[in-house]
């Protein structure tokens, strides 16, 4: 079992991020697919969340979809709150997904299936536009973040032990960095600070391995 010995809302914002939010003709659902068709050069950023806890013998596969869903007055992202009682990331702010199976073919085939068990939505209203670079969390998992697009209509139905709430955040809110907090927390028996993202928005505190695979695709939009 692996809990928190910090409360990360509870710490100052040490600084901004800062950087210009990704320009609007680039959050849209075209330019999109044509970005995951050709991918430019770019180099994702270094994350320090691995070393916020003990290490892990070897990372467990895992996935996690990011589905970005086309409303008519812009895209969102679809994230989940987890319920309290879990094992990992209790309580947390999560992207729908969960380690790999035995019956998975793919990572995609992972956050496609996990999706559905968590959060109800069938995998015939995802578009899958590709993958962003594994995170490692500091729960032991190697995660791969499937980016994808989402058409309404479609159902949702919360699994109740997993997930607590299911919301959606505007996409141009992620991917601006002025929205891009770094927070700071010395742990006990390390000699070094450790910093991490966090994205507040309204009553919902994004921040973690959620976070930090929006910076990745926050880069990768900019690039």
Do not use: C
Not at 31 to 58: N, T, V, Y
Not at 124 to 149: A, K, N, W
Not at 177 to 185: A, D, K, S, V
């Amino acid at each position: 079992m692996s809990k928190l010995i910090f409360d990360p809302e509870a710490l100052p914002v040490e600084s901004i991020a800062g950087e210009a939010p990704v320009a609007p003709e680039r959050l849209t659902e075209a330019w999109l697919r044509e970005r995951f068709a050709s991918p430019p050069q770019w180099k994702p950023e270094h994350f320090e969340e691995p070393l916020m806890r003990k290490s892990f013998p070897g990372p467990t596969p895992a996935s996690v979809l990011m589905p970005l869903v086309a409303r008519e007055q812009g895209l969102t992202l679809l994230l989940t709150q987890r319920t309290a009682h879990l094992n990992d990331h209790a309580g947390q702010i999560s992207l729908p997904g969960g380690r790999m199976d035995e019956v998975d073919t793919s990572s995609i085939e992972t956050a496609l299936r996990e999706t559905e068990e968590e959060v109800g939505l069938h995998r015939r209203h995802i578009e899958v536009l590709g993958t962003l670079p594994d995170y490692f969390t500091g729960t032991g998992f190697r995660v791969t973040p499937v980016v994808s697009l989402v058409r309404p209509p479609f159902e949702l139905r919360a699994d109740p032990f997993e997930v607590a709430e299911i919301f959606e955040v505007p996409l141009a809110f992620l991917m601006n960095g002025l929205n891009h907090q770094r927070r700071t927390i010395d742990l006990p028996g390390d000699s070094r600070r450790r910093s991490f993202y966090a994205m507040p928005y309204d009553r919902f505190f994004i921040w973690g391995a959620t976070a930090g695979m929006l910076r990745n695709l926050f880069h990768f939009l900019r690039a």
